[in-house]
């Protein structure tokens, strides 16, 4: 079975801090995303990575940055937290993301204070 | 660039009656479409995915969903509804090019009345 875990599932981080979500997956698979969910905007794209030591940016990477130190392990930053960065957190990972579909991890709740 | 549509951010249904989501899509090229559902409090589940070949296509938990290029829409269907079918449903666009990423839809959140 597939899996992607995400940790940790929940923080709560303040104004101004640094904040780091960490995923980790054991499907081999070459993709690994970063979206947020917030209510009435659906998943938003972060930033997302094809190979290890490379990262691209989505549709949404202002305030974050983003780390793939190996095929495994995919990293979300968030330098200086804010308010507006308080939402959930998914990670995902495919194979070709043209025809395989994502597997998602549980997420996680990041509450800025 | 490419978009994803879900006009309706709400459906009600009784159990029993048929359901059908609707999913708009803008994009040039061919489309990948994909629908995934998201069960209250859980992460997102993979549902079906249209990449080419037939146009109605089956998925998991008895769904089914029809691509229409004439209009550019990817419509989630299942008959009958079950309670247990109340979850958010998001569809998905994959865009092509040198780097693939998936477009979501804004999700349209299903309650199933027993």
């Known amino acids: 079975e597939a899996a992607v875990t995400q940790s940790p599932r929940s923080k709560v981080a303040v104004t101004g801090g640094k904040v780091t979500l960490s995923c980790h997956q054991t499907n081999n698979h070459d993709y690994m995303y970063w979206y947020r969910q917030d209510t009435g905007h659906g998943l938003r794209l972060i930033h997302y990575s094809y190979v290890a030591d490379s990262t691209e940016k989505g549709d949404i990477p202002d305030g974050y940055k983003a780390s793939r130190p190996s095929q495994e392990n995919f990293s979300l930053i968030l330098e200086l937290a804010s308010l507006s960065q308080t939402a959930v957190y998914f990670c995902?990972?495919?194979?070709?993301?043209?025809?395989?579909?994502?597997?998602f991890g549980a997420g996680t709740r990041l509450s800025v204070l | 660039a490419q978009s994803v549509d879900q006009p309706d951010a709400h459906v009600t249904l009784s159990e029993g009656a048929s359901l059908e989501l609707r999913c708009s899509y803008s994009y040039s090229a061919a489309p990948y479409l994909f629908w995934y559902v998201q069960y209250p409090g859980q992460s997102l589940q993979f549902l079906l995915k249209y990449i080419t070949g037939d146009t109605v296509v089956k998925g998991t938990k008895g769904f089914e969903a029809e691509f229409r290029k004439s209009n550019s829409s990817f419509n989630l269907k299942k008959s009958p509804a079950h309670w247990s079918d109340s979850a958010k449903y998001f569809c998905?666009?994959?865009?092509?090019?040198?780097?693939?990423?998936?477009?979501f839809g804004k999700g349209t959140l299903l309650t199933v009345t027993p």
């Open positions: 995902a990972s495919s194979g070709a993301p043209s025809q395989n579909t994502l597997y």
């Open positions: 998905a666009l994959v865009s092509g090019g040198s780097n693939y990423k998936l477009t």
